[in-house]
Structures are given as structure tokens and as C-alpha cells.
């Protein structure tokens, strides 16, 4: 079956320092792969995503690489800000006829000044 | 603005009293689903539908019904609540023409049932 682990939090860091958010799956077939970032009060949001293996999504300065080998999909940061405090969630799709997104069960990111 | 839009934003309830989640988009994507988020659990999908008139169970679909009567509405309902069904809902859409498509999500529901 499909699933998603993802490191537990909550995780608190400094202003600039360096992020790592460790996410690993279990899929059938050629999943794409998602993180996804919640705001306090709001919903999800796509923050980036990769399709096939050695890919590399990126945006807002996060990025992270689809490890087949490893089946992997790490989200990093080199320097976060406190606007990157939020909820973030990896999340698979297993594109096996429908849309359905598989979720690991979150990592809370908080940043002090 | 490309948007999904969940009512109400909260709501308390008794056990056992029917109640309705609505969701509507507005960018006549085919793909809607509903889930729930609870603490140390993700989110886990209640149902799914491929497009109007056709819907299906996700992980979690005991306690809920769905209907898909027009493309961009897709509500969740609550028959007889329990407080297990205490939760923050999240209605999501996306096209069903590219699988791996990005999924817009409403800002959800939470829902506490007393």
C-alpha cells in the first residue's frame, strides 16, 4: 500500500539556520511526490513537488529531491525565516486513476527571531 | 481568485443532531475530496469523487456520506454525529487531466460534536 512517514516535531530553530524535514514513502507503481505547507488558521498549500525519480522541486528557497533509491523526498531550507513557521505535511499521489493524496502526519516549524 | 470555499468555519454540535459541511469551487476541476486532520494522524481522505455523480470511499468514510450533484459543490454530511467525528475538516480539489496536479484546499471546518 501507499504511505508516508515523516520526521515527528515539533521543530524549533533559530532565524538563518538550516532546515532539514525528513520524509520517506511506501507506494505502488510511480508515485509524485508533495510538500505541502499549512498557516496558522489556513489550509493547505502547495509548497513544491516532483513527479519521477531524481527530480528536483523547488520554491520559495525550499527545495527537496525524489529519492528512488532511497525513496525519499527531504525538505530543506538554508536559511529560514519566522515567516516559515508553519505546518508542513510530505505527501504522495499514487496517479493510479484518481487524484488521491496519501499524507504523512505533519511536522510543525517554528522559528524565533 | 481561484479559490474552495468551506462553510461553516466552525461549528459545535450535539451527538446525533445531522449536519451539513459544504464546499464549492470555483475552477471547474472534476477531482474533489474530503479529509479529515486530527493530531499525530495527518490527514486521512472520508471520500472522493472523479467527477459528478461518481464518488468513493477514502481511507475513513464510516460515519459520512457525500454527494456530487453539480461539479463545483461537493458537501460532507454527518448523519448522526459522534464525538469521534471531532475534528478539522479540509474539502480539496484539483484536475483530473494531469494526475499529478497540484490539489487547492479550502480553509477548513472544525468541528466539535458534544
Known amino acids: 500500500g501507499n504511505s508516508v512517514t515523516q520526521m515527528e516535531g515539533p521543530v524549533t530553530l533559530s532565524e538563518e539556520a538550516f532546515l532539514t524535514i525528513n520524509c520517506t514513502y511506501t507506494?505502488?507503481?510511480?508515485?509524485?511526490l508533495f510538500w505541502y505547507v499549512q498557516y496558522p488558521g489556513e489550509g493547505l498549500q502547495l509548497l513544491l513537488k516532483a513527479t519521477k525519480a531524481d527530480d528536483k522541486g523547488s520554491n520559495k528557497g525550499f527545495e527537496a529531491t525524489y529519492r528512488k533509491e532511497t525513496t525519499s523526498f527531504h525538505l530543506e531550507k538554508g536559511s529560514v525565516q519566522v515567516s516559515d513557521s508553519a505546518v508542513y505535511f510530505c505527501?504522495?499521489?499514487?496517479?493510479?486513476?484518481?487524484?488521491?493524496?496519501?499524507f504523512g502526519t505533519g511536522t510543525r516549524l517554528t522559528v524565533i527571531p | 481568485e481561484a479559490q474552495v470555499t468551506q462553510n461553516p468555519r466552525y461549528l459545535i454540535t450535539v451527538t446525533g443532531k445531522k449536519l451539513t459541511v459544504t464546499c464549492s469551487q470555483n475552477m471547474n476541476h472534476e477531482y474533489m475530496s474530503w479529509y479529515r486532520q486530527d493530531p499525530g494522524l495527518g490527514l486521512r481522505q472520508i471520500y472522493y469523487s472523479m467527477n459528478v455523480e461518481v464518488t468513493d470511499k477514502g481511507d475513513v468514510p464510516e460515519g459520512y456520506k457525500v454527494s456530487r450533484k453539480e461539479k463545483r459543490n461537493f458537501p460532507l454530511i454527518l448523519e448522526s454525529p459522534s464525538p469521534n467525528q471531532t475534528s478539522l475538516y479540509f474539502c480539496a480539489s484539483s484536475s483530473h487531466r494531469d494526475l499529478n496536479t497540484e490539489a487547492f484546499f479550502g480553509q477548513g471546518t472544525r468541528l466539535t460534536v458534544v
Open positions: 507506494a505502488t507503481g510511480y508515485p509524485s
Open positions: 505527501a504522495l499521489s499514487d496517479g493510479a486513476g484518481a487524484n488521491n493524496l496519501f
